[in-house]
């Protein structure tokens, strides 16, 4: 499963909760990431599925022929539901509701109609759940919100959804989160984390340098390409 947050929304450039699309620096993220996966050809996904708030939606359509995938909608992937919070200024949200507290008080909604944390993340894990099971064997791209990609970790890592755990996890605008299920045996299988917060299709943006995805491999070196041989590292070793 690859998991890409959407680009930088209106709502963080102008301090207000909810969604009003993509800013234009939030456009021009999700552009940079077409290029890099139309260039690289580095995700070979079989299914892409994106949430239904504008954010995501629109992220995912700008990136979606560099996939070559027909775009598949998905409520249940959206970011911690405001509900009567909802386009408020930050500063009004806070007065009229009070600022969200998830690590004392994880079960209490952010406003009327709002999700709590806790239950934002049984929403998460139960989709996650629903997603793999019913796209068993196949590679799915997921377009989503950083909640989201939180609860990726909450899911695979079988944290407990109902205490807030003391790590967090910063994920950039239109970065990659790539998960590998392994089998072990015959019985049991395991998520593998193989990279998160990979935004490196964002540097080149405000220079005068584009970076050349065409010349570069799509499978780059990494540890796994070599030889696993231990190198010496103190004279007792060499002498051995």
């Known amino acids: 499963m690859y998991f890409i947050r959407h680009g930088e929304a209106m709502s963080a450039v102008d301090g207000f909760v909810g969604d009003g699309g993509l800013s234009p620096l939030g456009i021009l993220q999700a552009q940079r990431l077409r290029d890099r996966l139309a260039a690289t050809?580095?995700?070979?996904?079989?299914?892409?599925?994106?949430?239904?708030?504008?954010?995501?939606l629109q992220?995912?359509?700008?990136?979606?022929?560099?996939?070559?995938?027909?775009?598949?909608?998905?409520?249940?992937?959206?970011?911690?539901?405001?509900?009567?919070?909802?386009?408020?200024?930050?500063?009004?949200?806070?007065?009229?509701?009070?600022?969200?507290?998830?690590?004392t008080m994880p079960f209490r909604p952010i406003a009327p109609a709002g999700e709590s944390w806790a239950q934002f993340m049984l929403r998460?894990?139960?989709?996650?759940?629903?997603?793999?099971?019913?796209?068993?064997?196949k590679t799915i791209v997921l377009v989503c919100h950083g909640g989201v990609i939180d609860g990726s970790f909450h899911s695979f890592f079988h944290m407990d959804e109902w205490e807030l755990p003391p790590t967090r996890f910063s994920t950039r605008n239109t970065a990659i989160t790539h998960w590998k299920k392994e089998s072990e045996?015959?019985?049991?299988?395991?998520?593998?984390?193989?990279?998160h917060n990979d935004g490196f299709h964002l540097q080149d943006i405000g220079t005068p340098t584009r970076i050349p995805w065409e010349q570069l491999s799509t499978q780059p070196a990494s540890d796994a390409d070599r030889p696993s041989i231990p190198v010496p590292t103190t004279k007792y070793e060499e002498e051995k």
């Open 41 to 56: 050809k580095e995700i070979a996904a079989d299914i892409l599925i994106a949430s239904t708030f504008p954010r995501a």
């Open 59 to 103: 992220t995912a359509q700008i990136i979606a022929p560099a996939l070559g995938l027909p775009l598949q909608l998905d409520d249940e992937i959206q970011e911690l539901r405001p509900g009567e919070a909802e386009g408020l200024p930050i500063e009004i949200f806070w007065e009229r509701f009070g600022k969200p507290n998830y690590e």
């Open 124 to 137: 998460v894990r139960t989709a996650l759940d629903r997603i793999v099971r019913v796209h068993e064997g």
């Open 185 to 195: 045996g015959n019985t049991r299988e395991r998520w593998q984390l193989i990279k």
